[in-house]
């Protein structure tokens, strides 16, 4: 079960006190180059202090806590947090998309 305590002061921690309101974000993965990637290597996350807290794999209807060791797949949908004055969610999509823009015109 997702401890939301425990995300609360993850997020805390890794932004520093103050920062208290959070942002939510639904990102479909559509970068064909993330396959397999794990989500603690997602390009832009931790550079833009984004945590991914839910996924839902695609075809399925269960929405499970993210760890750093799941893999995201085409089609996957996740549930990125971060602060609102930091407007990194948006960047964490749009590098979620880029890439796979970059590698179609390559």
Same mark, same amino acid.
């Given at each position: 079960?997702?401890?939301?305590?425990?995300?609360?002061? /993850?997020?805390? $921690?890794?932004? @520093?006190?103050? *920062?208290?309101?959070?942002?939510?974000?639904? =990102?479909?993965?559509?970068? &064909?180059?993330?396959?397999?990637? /794990?989500?603690? $290597?997602?390009? @832009?996350?931790? *550079?833009?202090?984004?945590?991914?807290?839910? =996924?839902?794999?695609?075809? &399925?209807?269960?929405?499970?806590? /993210?760890?750093? $060791?799941?893999?995201?797949?085409?089609?996957?949908?996740?549930?990125?947090?971060?602060?609102?004055?930091?407007?990194?969610?948006?960047?964490?999509?749009?590098?979620?998309?880029?890439?796979?823009?970059?590698?179609?015109?390559?």
């Amino acid at each position: 079960p997702v401890n939301a305590a425990h995300e609360a002061k /993850a997020f805390e $921690e890794s932004h @520093g006190p103050g *920062e208290t309101h959070l942002e939510r974000l639904n =990102i479909v993965v559509e970068n &064909e180059n993330l396959n397999g990637v /794990a989500i603690r $290597e997602l390009p @832009g996350k931790s *550079e833009l202090g984004v945590m991914v807290s839910r =996924i839902r794999h695609a075809g &399925e209807s269960e929405v499970h806590a /993210a760890t750093g $060791e799941m893999a995201v797949h085409v089609g996957d949908t996740i549930l990125a947090v971060g602060a609102p004055a930091q407007a990194q969610l948006g960047g964490l999509s749009g590098a979620m998309r880029r890439a796979r823009t970059r590698a179609a015109s390559g």
